[in-house]
Nanobody, 123 residues
Framework: VQLQASGGGLVQAGGSLRLSCTASLRAFSNYVIGWFRQAQGKEREFVAGMTRTGSSTSYADSVKGRFTISRDNAKDTVYLQMNSLKADDTAVYYC?????????????????WGQGTQVTVSS
């Protein structure tokens, strides 16, 4: 199982980035997906999640209204559109998947992880 995240980079505050995560998974559509981030010196935190069919999404309060999670099950890919970026959004971003039905916010609830992609927002 492999999750390959991409799309990170350096952006000015107020700018946008779109992260992608492509999975080499059998039956990708059977997995709940999540995006997490970890800033230097801090714990990994939940950013956004989506159920298997995309019928339900969940966001951290800090990103609501600015970030949008989506998935394309035909391409085994999940996306995170990030708008109005702030310096506090600077972190390594990880995609993860879990079996089951619901989105959970604890990293320990996820079964497989991508390698992470760095997002740096300059103020």
């Amino acid at each position: 199982v492999q999750l390959q995240a991409s799309g990170g980079g350096l952006v000015q505050a107020g700018g946008s980035l779109r992260l992608s995560c492509t999975a080499s998974l059998r039956a990708f559509s059977n997995y709940v997906i999540g995006w997490f981030r970890q800033a230097q010196g801090k714990e990994r935190e939940f950013v956004a999640g989506m159920t298997r069919t995309g019928s339900s999404t969940s966001y951290a309060d800090s990103v609501k209204g600015r970030f949008t999670i989506s998935r394309d099950n035909a391409k085994d890919t999940v996306y995170l559109q990030m708008n109005s970026l702030k310096a506090d959004d600077t972190a390594v971003y990880y995609c993860a998947v879990r079996t089951g039905t619901y989105v959970y916010t604890r990293p320990t609830n996820y079964d497989y992880w991508g390698q992470g992609t760095q997002v740096t927002v300059s103020s």
